[in-house]
């Protein structure tokens, strides 16, 4: 897209406004949802226009965490204590560099309220806890950990406490299936029975300003342009940019491969367009990485770089993994495992089963292996020596992998190559205020302009736990949706 299709229009020159609200959001996904119900809940007439055919974005398809603690009903009710400073401080050395120390505390402080928000708007949670080594619970399981809470290094930093919050994956009605579905399903009922209006098959392109306000914006719908007012404000809640080769290629160029939790629309024409009129981004560079490796089998083997050496804890957060791996090990990485362990992981309910394939390599003894392997003589044989012997003693000072999943590898051997086993998504976008507002790069909020989801800098700043994004999309759609329906910049 070039830089004239993205510079914004004058209000003057717009012959015609083809719709008009006091509040327009684009996009209708969880950020966008939420903006809308608080919006409509202040009062205000609300538009969505939505770029596809139905509700949902990428919220709708993913896992459905939501990260939220500081004691929540569900935590409290599954015998676990957490408290909104316990949760800033796990988060401020999780998120990674130049954490938004302000906006982690708000929404760590916030994080109750917002729980209670989600139930109030019919999003069920099951008390029950899922507490394996898994990308997401196997069945309805409301809590999991899904960020390294229990692992090394945050275990030492803050008292372990399971975050993910999972909408109850069964709809008794229809047989749906999905975590991000039936958190978005409720909300979207929510909001048009509170009379939010919405236009489907429409496309964002520009911005429409009034000097320094904006009032609206320009879109297509089915190939026609089309002028969209907005009286009091515009919310974007347009995704990130994960499917546009040339801003990754430009902010994120370490993310290779496949996107990950992202849908195409995700293209980064909020991102274009806030940024056309002046509108500051911040941590482009910054991305979650999935790691595609079964954690079952993970924890019960060793993960090794190209050098046959250890590089990360293997009972972690499987994002965590795939960042240590791409970013820190050329994207090269090997799961040994030994028959024992191999057999036990595929016995778990929650062995995915993409790995129900042969191993790449398999050999009676690790030396046989590391030949197999083309990795330097003595390197593996080096590693798994050393492993093995703190491992009898439940032992890993290397790593700090927990006592349960130490156990030394015997006998016959096998690898798993995963090299380039990684994607992801950008975490970087706009920059706003803890009330959603969007920031000039002079600093100051531009007035008529929200944003939330991942079209912004959220919470997350390089690292990542799961339900982040679904967790302050919601948290600060619902913060733009407030803003917004008062119509001026305190």
């Known amino acids: 897209m070039t830089a004239g ?3 914004p229009v004058p209000a003057a020159a717009i012959a015609e406004w083809h719709e008009t609200a006091d509040v327009v959001i684009a996009g209708y996904g969880i950020a966008g949802v939420s903006a809308a119900i608080e919006a409509a809940r202040s009062g205000a007439q609300v538009l969505i226009l939505e770029r596809t055919s139905g509700w949902g ?3 709708a398809l993913a896992g459905g965490f939501v990260y939220l603690g500081g004691g929540t009903p569900l935590q409290r009710a599954l015998g676990f204590e957490d408290s909104a400073e316990n949760m800033e401080k796990f988060l401020l050395a999780a998120v990674g560099p130049g954490a938004d120390a302000a906006k982690i505390a708000d929404y760590c402080r916030g994080s109750l309220e917002h729980y209670d928000w989600l139930v109030g708007n019919g999003v069920p949670f099951r008390e029950a806890l899922w507490d394996e080594p898994g990308w997401e619970p196997p069945h309805d399981e409301g809590l999991a950990y899904s960020g390294g809470e229990n692992a090394a290094p945050f275990n030492a930093v803050a008292s372990p406490a399971p975050r993910g919050h999972v909408p109850r994956m069964r709809d008794k009605r229809t047989g749906e299936r999905g975590g991000g579905y039936m958190l978005m399903k409720p909300l979207a009922e929510t909001a048009e029975a509170l009379g939010v209006r919405v236009s489907y098959d429409v496309r964002l392109t520009r911005l429409i300003v009034d000097g320094e306000r904006v009032v609206g914006v320009l879109a297509r719908r089915y190939g026609r342009e089309i002028a969209v007012r907005a009286e ?9 940019f994960a499917y546009s080769e040339q801003m990754v290629a430009d902010h994120a160029p370490r993310l290779i491969g496949r996107p990950g939790a992202a849908i195409e629309e995700h293209d980064g024409v909020g991102i274009l367009a806030a940024t056309a009129f002046g509108a500051a981004t911040a941590h482009m560079d910054a991305t979650e990485v999935a790691f595609f490796g079964d954690p079952q089998m993970m924890a019960r083997g060793i993960l090794v770089n190209g050098q046959g050496q250890r590089y990360v804890t293997e009972d972690t957060y499987p994002g965590r993994i795939g960042q240590a791996t791409l970013f820190h090990q050329d994207n090269q990485a090997f799961l040994v495992i030994d028959e024992q362990a191999h057999e036990e992981a595929l ?10 394939v042969p191993p ?7 030396a046989e292996l590391e030949a197999d392997m083309g990795l330097p003589e003595l390197a593996l044989q ?7 012997t703190y491992a009898a003693q439940g032992l890993d000072p290397l790593f700090g992998k927990k006592p349960e999943w130490l156990r030394p590898l015997t006998g016959a051997v096998a690898a798993f190559d995963l090299r380039g086993a990684t994607a992801g998504f950008p975490l970087g976008g706009l920059r706003t205020d803890l009330d959603s507002r969007v920031l000039h790069v002079s600093g100051e909020p531009i007035p008529g302009l929200f944003a939330a989801g991942r079209c912004t800098a959220g919470i997350c700043t390089g690292g990542y736990v799961s339900g982040a994004s679904l967790g302050d999309g919601s948290f ?12 001026e910049v305190e």
């Open 5 to 7: 299709k993205l510079r």
């Open 57 to 59: 974005g990428a919220a």
């Open 232 to 240: 009091l404000g515009v919310v974007l809640a347009t995704g990130g």
């Open 347 to 356: 016995a778990t309910e929650t062995a995915t089963p993409v790995f129900r």
């Open 360 to 366: 790449t390599w398999a050999a009676e003894t690790v």
């Open 382 to 388: 080096t590693t798994v020596e050393v492993y093995n």
């Open 476 to 487: 600060y759609g619902r913060r733009a949706g407030l803003a917004a329906a008062k119509g």
